[in-house]
């Protein structure tokens, strides 16, 4: 497995930006797509965005599509997520997550290896 710490998150006006960030250490991590997901209080945790290892590929739900980028550095063993746009709905537990996998990336049983978290609170 891979250990990732995400950072970034925080309390932001609506309409701000935030730029989370997740360090990956242990196994390569160029060997690793990697995703995004989200929990707001009392919902299920959901897919918001995945990027392949090379960073050639990404893909993201419809209702994120425009305002959230998904990107990596291998050099650097770090995934971000560009969340602009924000809206008070995007309040939630942000979460980066490793999959040895290729496909179906929107779904939480691709990953093995997750992170602790970073909250980000949109004020209105």
């Known amino acids: 497995q891979v250990q990732l710490v995400e950072s970034g998150g925080g309390l932001v006006q609506a309409g701000g930006s935030l730029r989370l960030s997740c360090a990956a250490s242990?196994?390569?991590?160029?060997?690793?797509?990697m995703g995004w997901f989200r929990q707001a209080p009392g919902k299920e945790r959901e897919f918001v965005a995945a990027?392949?290892?090379?960073?050639?590929?990404?893909t993201y739900p419809h209702g994120v599509k425009g305002r959230f980028t998904i990107s990596r550095d291998n050099a650097k063993n770090t995934v971000y997520l560009q969340i602009d746009s924000l809206k008070p709905e995007d309040t939630a537990v942000y979460y980066c997550?490793?999959?040895?996998?290729?496909?179906?990336?929107?779904?939480?049983?691709?990953?093995?290896?997750w992170g602790q978290g970073t909250q980000v609170t949109v004020s209105s």
């Open positions: 997550a490793a999959s040895i996998y290729i496909d179906y990336l929107h779904l939480q049983a691709q990953y093995d290896s």
């Open positions: 242990g196994r390569p991590f160029s060997s690793y797509a």
């Open positions: 990027i392949s290892w090379s960073g050639r590929s990404t």
